[in-house]
Nanobody
Framework: QVQLVESGGGVVQAGGSLRLSCAASGRTSSILMMGWYREGVGNRRNLVATIANTGATRYEGTLRDRFTISRDSNTNTVYLQMNNLRPEDAAVYYC????????????WGQGTLVTVSA
């Protein structure tokens, strides 16, 4: 199994920045890809960005203009640098790890709250 622990959420004014971190532990050798999703009030969990073991990244829509996902393979930590935050970015951000053991399986962190004040 894989365990994920997020940190870095908080309250920021619109236009500000935050960096989220997610540390993976356990069977990290089984991880294929890590990423971030977010869930606003009353909304479903939506993709923010992913990064594969190859380093290939994927972003939802135009978020790549303001957000940057990166990964430290030595420490099995994935980061999400968020700049120029907007009130609509407020959500619970969840770290995800897709791993392949017997079959592919998604692991999730507990979530970290990002609040953006206007």
């Amino acid at each position: 199994q894989v365990q994920l622990v997020e940190s870095g959420g908080g309250v920021v004014q619109a236009g500000g920045s935050l960096r989220l971190s997610c540390a993976a532990s356990g069977r990290t050798s089984s991880i294929l890809m890590m990423g971030w999703y977010r869930e606003g009030v009353g909304n479903r969990r939506n993709l923010v960005a992913t990064i594969a073991n190859t380093g290939a990244t994927r972003y939802e829509g135009t978020l790549r203009d303001r957000f940057t996902i990166s990964r430290d393979s030595n420490t099995n930590t994935v980061y999400l640098q968020m700049n120029n935050l907007r009130p609509e970015d407020a959500a619970v951000y969840y770290c995800n790890a897709r791993a392949r053991e017997v079959a592919e399986f998604d692991y999730w962190g507990q979530g970290t709250l990002v609040t953006v004040s206007a």
